[in-house]
């Protein structure tokens, strides 16, 4: 895991229910009908990524380690990184994607 334990003791499960409170607008696309018994609140407590990113970083220069690529080599070239509702697609300059 990319989590420490005690940053998964902040997050508990929620109290609320599905009709009770809306996904932030950043994740209409993770929820575009809201919460539903289908796509219920986050299990943050599990949500290692997430409790990574919430993290206060320690020094001026950091990196977070969710979505760090270890094990696959990049090839060559120019990248652009597009940014759409929060999530990220990347391609090199030709139009193959990764």
């Given amino acids: ?28 696309s993770r ?13 943050l407590q599990h949500d290692e990524a997430f409790q990574v990113w919430m993290r206060t970083a320690g020094l001026p220069t950091f990196s977070k380690l969710a979505l760090r690529n270890d094990s696959t080599t990049m090839l060559a070239g120019r990248y652009q990184v597009d940014i759409h509702d929060c999530r990220i697609a ?7 994607q990764i």
Wanted: aromatic share 14%.
């Fill in 90 to 96: 990347q391609h090199p300059e030709t139009t193959e």
């Fill in 1 to 28: 895991g990319i989590a420490w334990r005690s940053d998964r003791d902040l997050y508990k499960p929620s109290a609320y229910q599905v009709g009770d409170v809306a996904p932030p607008p950043n994740w209409h």
């Fill in 31 to 43: 929820y575009p009908d809201g919460y539903t018994e289908d796509f219920p609140l986050p299990d």
